[in-house]
DNA sequence: TGTACATCAGTGAACGCGCGTTCACTGATGTAC
DNA sequence: TGTACATCAGTGAACGCGCGTTCACTGATGTAC
């Protein structure tokens, strides 16, 4: 431990040239395969072929991963990892009290890393791959981005408890009627469906327990509403009926803030 | 022509014993691509394996299918096809006049297909298949649904004129303010962000010229919403923080009727 | 009704390619004395 | 500082399997006279 190298302050550095050039190597074969996703997919995703474009034999791989599911794996990961900086960084810009402002800012880095990775989003969230199970260590990456919008609506909830108990009655933002089913907390829109509050209790609202109900089921059908529409978008499915749908995500980002009472950006 | 066959009515029934044959076994095939489907995913689909199946040569299914991309598409326009059948069948069953519940009832039927075909669902709307372009003979079997959700919108658009037209002013549906951008018609909600209605009204509208385009935009929105949730529960997203997917979407079809104007059920 | 010919379903072999994974090996890099 | 040994990256061959597509062929079915 005496010899502390030349570059201090690198934590992790490698501390040999063996240690250094299995680090390349291993990111040179995450590289090659990301870029395989994107002529074969991730069912086509080869070992043979990404050893091939490194100008090594096959077997040589085996060296630095076990297996081409575990390859895939690490995929996975780096892909949830590569999104969830995007959109934390993204949010983390706006104005802590912007709250639609940090909500449309999530949404549109979503699309955006979206676009220019469409093979990594096809790999997250795009059908699953047949005969192979995302592990454990997929869980905490994939949760990222969910993250970021959960601490919006918590945000946005304390900031109506907060009014609710300052202010007189009538300052509440207007022409939103408080869900029939919540408690002091003024909900977007209608009440919830019988049966659902139970559920998200057990659910989604461990994650947060400080997002009401109302709120809560209504962010998560915004989430899956937002992949849906670049899911949309990526997939072709909107060739011929939408021209932009960056102007559709911004009609959704605007209805997703009056719909969560985000106030107005 | 003048030999008319035991089974009057039966149009396109086969002539001939050749041809006869050659029905059955073409819907074989398929099937057993079908199955396929689920174990293998629309990459894996081999034609090797499907004469395996069927106890063929593989070159015998060349006097059925001219290549491995025909045998796809087949699968892809089947699928839509009975996606927009079931759709087409469950909203039809609902009074005409209630809007939202023809509506749910297309949602519903919608998530029920993709449950019972997982496999066809992430064919139809989940990553693309590499190497494969779907040919423009999917197009119009892919534009059933759409066409089903148009006409609750279009008639909901027709409902609203008429109200409109004969009722004293006040008589609309409360609580929801005009869009600020529309015409006549009480629009849902907010009004469309700037630069979408020229677009909407040279895309999507051109399917619906009678849909206003506030409602055209948040019907298209609900779409992607509704594929979108879907999408995650067969795709695995919603895995331990939303248990039962049903009342999320019924969450989601009221909110929907709600947004849409589309009445109480 | 019967025969001659055309159509077409299905066979079997082959071409040329791909894949994941294992295994015994060589030779370079790292480490302990 | 130098030597002996352990670690490990990469090789090359092999196993056993898969695939789409083509081609010359046999034999049954259909059709025209």
Redesign the interface.
Same mark, same amino acid.
Do not use: K, T
């Given at each position: 431990v005496h010899c502390a190298g030349w570059h201090a302050g690198a934590v992790n550095a490698p501390r040999t040239a063996r240690e250094r050039a299995r680090r390349e190597i291993t990111g040179e074969i995450v590289a090659a395969a990301r870029a395989q996703l994107a002529?074969?997919?991730?069912?086509?995703l080869s070992l043979r072929a990404v050893a091939r474009e490194l100008g090594m034999v096959s077997s040589a791989v085996y060296r630095y991963f076990p297996s081409r599911d575990a390859l895939l794996t690490t995929l996975l990961v780096e892909g949830y990892d590569a999104l969830g900086a995007a959109v934390e960084e993204a949010e983390a810009a706006v104005d802590r009290a912007d709250l639609a402002g940090r909500w449309a800012a999530a949404g549109r880095s979503v699309r955006s890393w979206a676009r220019e990775h469409p093979h990594e989003y !096809?790999?997250l969230?795009?059908?699953?791959? #047949? %005969?192979y199970a /995302?592990p454990r260590a997929t869980?905490d990456p $994939?949760s990222r981005v969910?993250r970021v919008l959960l601490g919006v609506l918590a945000d946005a909830a304390a900031r109506d408890a907060a009014r609710a108990d300052d202010g007189p009655p009538g300052t509440e933002p207007a022409?939103r #009627?408080t869900g029939s089913d919540g408690g002091a907390a003024p909900g977007p &829109? #209608?009440g +919830?469906?019988p =049966? +659902?509050l139970p559920?998200?209790e $057990? %659910? !989604?609202g461990t994650?947060a327990p400080e997002v009401p109900p109302e709120l809560l089921? &209504?962010g998560?059908?915004a989430w $899956? /509403?937002?992949? =849906?529409?670049v899911?949309?978008e990526l997939?072709?499915?909107f060739v %011929?009926?939408?021209?932009?749908a960056g102007? +559709?995500l911004? @009609? @959704?980002l $605007?209805?997703n803030a009056? /719909?969560l009472g985000l106030g107005a950006g």
């Open positions: 002529e074969a997919g991730a069912q086509g !096809a790999l969230f795009g059908s699953p791959v #047949p %005969g /995302a869980v $994939a969910p022409g #009627p &829109r #209608p +919830l469906v =049966g +659902l559920q998200l $057990a %659910g !989604a994650f089921a &209504r998560v059908l $899956a /509403a937002l992949l =849906g529409m899911s949309f997939f072709g499915h %011929g009926s939408v021209e932009d102007l +559709l911004e @009609q @959704q $605007a209805d009056a /719909a």
